[in-house]
């Protein structure tokens, strides 16, 4: 038997680290072949299900379920099956926090990865998911607190892996049991990697704090004031997949929105979610959400920020119960064979006002007027006759003369029909605003040329707001178990309300930063935002360190950030590697030239470049570098190495490499221009370049 030499150290390493990834490979080669069993057994059960003997609602309900179930793990992007693994101590650890519950895990070796895989249902995980209590030891435990941890191992793969076990290229072990703890260089990496394409999942990264919001409780909703590059929408996001893991049939009867700011945003969070297996999520924005109308109508910015203003809720809610009049009427007279009932004016006034004390959604409130209205007389006949029945009620319910009258104090109406009366009939307008909105104010929002009924109005993104206003007074909207709300600094109150009516039975994830607000509109304070969102108690939790956006970038964007009119922390970084360089052309120098070649010296590196610019400057940006021949790709081709990007467009996104162009032209583009600008200087992951010919705005 021959053994390593004593004097070769390295040797003897390199071996142990060879067998250990033939080891993890082999078991990876097991997990992928219990996979694929996995999904062709859904595939059979879908089969078979449909020749279960059952009723036919109970067989609908059984395939359906099946077939999803199928289909989600046929949809599962391909990938490594596990990131890490947990080995436990032999015995528990008194001293640690969560003692107690490490005994169920004494010994124990556990994989972590994004899905649970099994070879049998009743049988030990082969990889258990990431979102199961056990793996939160994965992302709390620390030397000085290991949770019972031996050892906590990280896997590299090579980048863009398919998952073949050959992609699996090293591991990185911390010793926790040992009091060995730290941000190891496979962490790093991972956090670092360039990136080209949709937004990643962070399930392998996720940091203790992030870990701590991911796994909050269902009941409770929470504000996340994230610095640039702190990952709040990939905390949003998981916390999302957790709450649909750990309370499944809670979220999935009551459903669960993702709202992002445009359509671009949405593309490039879009695999984050199926990522981590969870797929047929709704993701949408809130004007899709509110949408009754196409929007063929513009606002100028005067009118679209009166619109957006808290105080237009009241004026919609007087324009509507202006509808509404309890002494159109002496009496009520309702015919029953040959005899006549009446319902007295003093008492039908009664009830008018009972009911609008009530405060109940509109079209409740006419159902209501004509219940009471109903009883009324169903009191008269019972004391003149005795009990009556429910063919008798009806009956008196559907009578013309209750309709009509129903219909003339409590009248029908169209949220369209409100809104075009308030903003085309002056008269209207003034007595719905009086004490809330002044002469000039009215004068902005009140439609130069009313259409001659609200069916031809032309409708502007703000007047689908007022009418998801109007809707909502009328009707309830049916709402989710929880939404998640990105960009939400740039909500103004009354789409806050919006989003409030969709979550008045569950609860919100508020994602923002107060800096990164661009709108006329925007919050200055979380707590008014929350108040509007019908959530004034919900947390609200800043992280401030950031894995993404390198020191030098954060530290140009904190120079920025002590001009703006928001009361925010300054964001951190922990990377040390990133890039920051200034271009500036003389006068008369060629800015176009200098920023073709920025480009080509991003192209010189891996990663994505953006190239962003104001709006107005988007087409000789990219007229500049098509004509020096680098390809450009569409805002909507997510993998492509050049993309110029509108400064109103960039918001969320990232690249690796940022050509910043003409920052002054950005900060001049519109009143929060140097908000969007500290948006611009921080969508950078690795480097940062700014060209300029005008005199910097920081």
């Known amino acids: 038997m021959t053994s390593a030499h004593p004097t070769d150290p390295a040797r003897a390493a390199h071996s142990a680290l060879k067998e250990s990834l033939h080891r993890e490979r082999a078991h990876h080669d097991r997990c992928r072949t219990a996979f694929d069993a996995m999904v062709a057994g859904a595939q059979e059960h879908v089969v078979t299900g449909e020749d279960v003997s059952a009723s036919g609602a109970d067989a609908e309900v059984l395939g359906y379920q099946l077939r999803s179930k199928a289909k989600e793990l046929g949809e599962l992007p391909q990938g490594p099956l596990f990131f890490g693994r947990l080995d436990f101590a032999h015995g528990a650890d008194a001293h640690s926090t969560d003692a107690a519950r490490q005994r169920h895990h004494i010994g124990q070796r556990y994989y972590i990865g994004r899905l649970r895989i099994s070879e049998h249902p009743a049988a030990p995980p082969l990889v258990v998911d990431w979102r199961a209590p056990v793996s939160r030891a994965f992302y709390q ?28 290229t090293g591991m990185e072990d911390e010793r926790l049991g040992r009091g060995e703890s ?8 991972e956090i670092e990697r360039p990136r080209v394409g949709p937004m990643r999942d962070i399930a392998a990264t996720i940091q203790p704090e992030q870990d701590d919001l991911v796994r909050g409780d269902i009941g409770l909703s929470v504000c996340v004031q994230g610095a640039p590059g702190t990952g709040k929408t990939a905390v949003g996001l998981h916390r999302a997949a957790y709450l649909l893991y750990t309370h499944a ?13 445009n359509r671009t945003f949405l593309s490039y969070i879009s695999e984050v979610l199926p990522a981590l297996g969870e797929t047929g999520v709704r993701q949408s924005t809130l004007g899709e959400e509110i949408a009754r109308h196409p929007v063929r109508g513009t606002d100028s910015e005067r009118a679209a920020v009166v619109k957006h203003d808290a105080r237009m809720a009241e004026v919609l809610r007087r324009t509507l119960y202006a509808h509404v009049s309890g002494d159109v009427v ?3 007279a309702i015919p029953d064979g040959s005899y006549q009932w009446r319902v007295g004016a003093g008492e039908l006034a009664r009830i008018v006002e009972g009911v609008r004390a009530e405060e109940p959604p509109y079209g409740i409130g006419r159902e209501r007027v004509r219940s009471r209205v109903v009883r009324s007389v ?11 029945s429910g063919a008798w009620v009806q009956k008196i319910s559907r009578a013309r003369a209750v309709s009509a009258y129903v219909d003339a ?16 009939e002056q008269e209207v307008l003034s007595v719905a605003a009086d004490g809330l909105l002044d002469a000039d104010e009215q004068e902005a929002v009140l439609w130069e040329r009313p259409p001659r009924s609200w069916k031809s109005a032309r409708w502007s993104a703000a007047d689908l707001v007022l009418l998801d206003e109007v809707a909502g007074l009328v009707e309830h909207p049916e709402g989710y178990g929880h939404i998640v709300v990105d960009e939400a600094q740039d909500l103004s109150p009354m789409e806050c309300r919006a989003i409030a009516r969709r979550a008045s039975f569950g609860s919100l994830t508020v994602l923002g930063d107060l800096a990164q607000g661009t709108t006329p509109w925007a919050a200055r304070s979380w707590d008014t935002s929350l108040r509007h969102l019908g959530k004034p108690d919900a947390a609200v939790v800043p992280l401030t360190i950031g894995f993404r956006v390198p020191e030098a970038v954060v530290t140009l964007a904190n120079r920025l950030l002590t001009r703006l009119d928001v009361d925010v922390a300054p964001g951190k970084s922990l990377r040390r590697d990133g890039e920051l360089r200034v271009r500036e052309v003389g006068d008369g120098g060629d800015v176009a030239g200098v920023v073709v070649t920025a480009v080509r010296d991003a192209l010189g590196r891996e990663g994505s470049v953006g190239v962003v610019a104001a709006d107005a400057d988007v087409e000789w940006v990219r007229g500049a ?8 790709g569409g805002m909507d081709e997510l993998r492509a190495r050049v993309t110029v990007v509108p400064a109103s467009l960039v918001k969320g996104l990232e690249y690796d490499h940022v050509v910043a162009v003409e920052p ?3 900060a001049e583009a519109e009143a929060r221009g140097l908000h969007r600008l500290y948006v611009v200087l921080t969508r950078a992951v690795s480097r940062l370049e700014v060209v300029h010919g005008r005199p910097l705005p920081f």
Request: hydrophobic share 40%; proline share 7%; charged share 25%.
């Open 249 to 261: 049939q809670r979220i999935r009867r009551a459903g669960l929105l993702i709202l992002g700011p």
């Open 378 to 388: 169903q009191l008269q006949a019972e004391r003149r006759s005795g009990p009556r």
């Open 625 to 632: 570098l098509g004509a020096a021949g680098v390809g450009v």
């Open 409 to 424: 104090v409590w009248p029908r109406v169209r949220p369209e029909e409100v809104v075009a009366q308030l903003l085309g």
């Open 141 to 168: 435990s620390s030397a000085r607190d290991p949770q019972g941890v031996e050892v906590r191992r990280r896997f590299g793969w090579a980048p863009g892996s398919k998952g073949d076990s050959v992609d699996l």
């Open 182 to 189: 730290g941000t190891g260089h496979m962490l790093a990496r």
């Open 330 to 332: 002496n009496s009520l």
């Open 664 to 666: 002054a032209a950005i």
